[in-house]
């Protein structure tokens, strides 16, 4: 039988040097663990568009689909904001969720004791923390017709669309149900459906789908009380499911949960393929944080960690994922930071070549 397949797009900014931290990883996995894949590599984003005027290559597109998972970095950078609209960096990402019908986005976020100090909140808020966002990927607002900008009267005016169907919300929403089943088993939607027509319709489905799993605990929340309570009392919440654009903005700010937005990885994950495996993408849920980039100072832990989700979700190998996990959690543990993660003076933070060094080290010392 043939290696499992892995297709790597680095994209831009400090995509590429966190993705060859997780490159050491793989290396490390074949190497120690018998684990080996068929690594391709291709571009994405503006990395794409300098070199095909496109920001996803219908080449790339074919091999994304037939790969047993892909792994992207980042994409995006402000070189590129005099771009078209249609070949913006983000529009080879958001081509990819799309066609790749990636309509479930797990966003974990989880606070290592290490890091529990470390987190704008309180470290009783903070401390133990371990949450799930499902955020919907495919539709919504990011996706919606009509959209554009059209002329009116004797202005401009920008126009996007929430739209879910039944189907689109059913879907998402047992993703959610059954991650929850196989963790604390509390469940809480969050929409505005005190003033979206959509967010009503998301209620009443995700309501629905609760009957087929009785044992879950289903909550509903306003988004924007969901959003202050993920700040006050975090750990409340075991699962989370909301749709696309209260996803995006909840994990990111979930993230500073965790101490920063260098620690976050997510699972963007599809129907199942012939093999049984959900089609899958796996990226950090950070950018290509351009004022950092080329400066050796990227916190590669989140692309690391959404190697282990892959691992985990893509190939049935959840002991590897753990330990994994367990090996970024002690190179915290040890006190190896990158610059986002400390904010005494004094203190010489480790580049992202080092810390991915010291996650390869606990590896090797988990043996
Ligand atoms: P960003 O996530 O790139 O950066 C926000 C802040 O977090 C910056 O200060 C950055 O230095 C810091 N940061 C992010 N990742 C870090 C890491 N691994 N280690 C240390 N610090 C880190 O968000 P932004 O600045 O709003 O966006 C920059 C570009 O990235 C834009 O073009 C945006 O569209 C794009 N973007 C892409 C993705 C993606 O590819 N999935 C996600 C978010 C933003
Ligand atoms: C994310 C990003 C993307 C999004 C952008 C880059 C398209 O912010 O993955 O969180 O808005 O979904
Ligand atoms: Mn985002």
Redesign the pocket.
Known sequence: MSNPSLLILPGDGIGPEVMAEVRKIIDWFGAKRGIAFDVSEDLVGGAAYDKHGTPLHDDTMAKAQEVDAVLLGA??GPKYDVLDFSVKP?RG??RLRKEMDLFANLRPAQCFDALADFSSLKKDVVAGLDIMIVRELTSGIYFGEPRGIIEEGNERVGINTQRYTESEIDRVARSAFELAMKRGKKLCSMEKANVMESGILWREVVTEVAKDYPEVELSHMYADAGAMQLCRWPKQFDVIVTDNLFG?LL?DAAAMLTGSLGMLPSASLGAPMANGRPKALYEP?H?SAPDIAGQAKANPCACILSFAMALRYSFDLGAEATRLEAAVEKVLADGVRTADLLNEEGITPATTSEMGDAVVAALEASL
């Open positions: 994409v995006g983000e990402l958001l995006d994990s849920v950018g």
